[in-house]
T-cell receptor, first 114, second 111 residues
Framework: AQTVTQSQPEMSVQEAETVTLSCTYD???????LFWYKQPPSRQMILVIR??????QNATENRFSVNFQKAAKSFSLKISDSQLGDAAMYFC???????????FGKGTRLSVIA | GAGVSQSPRYKVAKRGQDVALRCDPI?????LFWYQQALGQGPEFLTY????????KSGLPSDRFFAERPEGSVSTLKIQRTQQEDSAVYLC?????????FGPGTRLTVL
């Protein structure tokens, strides 16, 4: 069975600084997708970034980028120029694609200090 | 267009009551998922629909949980004879091109 591990229950970062959230996963499959979702206190799960495993190039979305290491089964999220609005729970998720269920990690709570 | 919507946002039930949670997916999304999120945990898969067909219900924790999507759009998750361990946030997601988009969830509290 696929598993996703987020080893940092909580992280904090100063406003305007950079922070990296860790995620590792375990799968025997070669084709899959990886996601980072943000969940603020409102509970709305918001997609931050996605990565297709067959793509070697790391995905980026504005201030958000990933470091995808397929051999190491690692998928970390880097947030640059952190803003107060980035404070939330961040979940890493694995999916087989083709409209199949996602497997989530337990999340990392990110605090942003003004 | 509108995102995924869920209602009610909050539901308080007495133990033993039946509850029904509603999900309106993004228009045109064929696939719909239900997840359960316990306090301090990541979401866990419950069940999945493609159009009106329930293709996977392996995550439903007991036969008290039932989901339907009769016309391939709106879905309802029903929990019969609620128990305290059913207290959680129930998230619905619809999907397009391998990416799932989530609703705001329903927080169920069973007293």
């Amino acid at each position: 069975a696929q598993t996703v591990t987020q080893s940092q229950p909580e992280m904090s970062v100063q406003e305007a600084e950079t922070v990296t959230l860790s995620c590792t996963y375990d799968t025997s499959e070669s084709d899959y997708y990886l996601f980072w979702y943000k969940q603020p206190p409102s509970r709305q799960m918001i997609l931050v970034i996605r990565q297709e495993a067959y793509k070697q190039q790391n995905a980026t979305e504005n201030r958000f980028s990933v470091n995808f290491q397929k051999a190491a089964k690692s998928f970390s999220l880097k947030i640059s120029d952190s803003q107060l609005g980035d404070a939330a729970m961040y979940f890493c998720a694995w999916g087989r694609g083709g409209n199949t269920p996602l497997v989530f990690g337990k999340g990392t709570r990110l605090s942003v200090i003004a | 267009g509108a995102g995924v919507s869920q209602s009610p946002r909050y539901k308080v039930a007495k133990r033993g009551q039946d509850v029904a949670l509603r999900c309106d997916p993004i228009s045109g999304h064929v696939s719909l998922f239900w997840y359960q999120q316990a306090l301090g945990q990541g979401p866990e898969f419950l069940t999945y629909f493609q159009n009106e067909a329930q293709l996977d219900k392996s995550g439903l924790p007991s036969d008290r949980f039932f989901a339907e999507r009769p016309e391939g759009s709106v879905s309802t998750l029903k929990i019969q004879r609620t128990q305290q361990e059913d207290s959680a946030v129930y998230l619905c997601a619809s999907s397009h091109l391998d990416t799932q988009y989530f609703g705001p969830g329903t927080r169920l509290t069973v007293l």
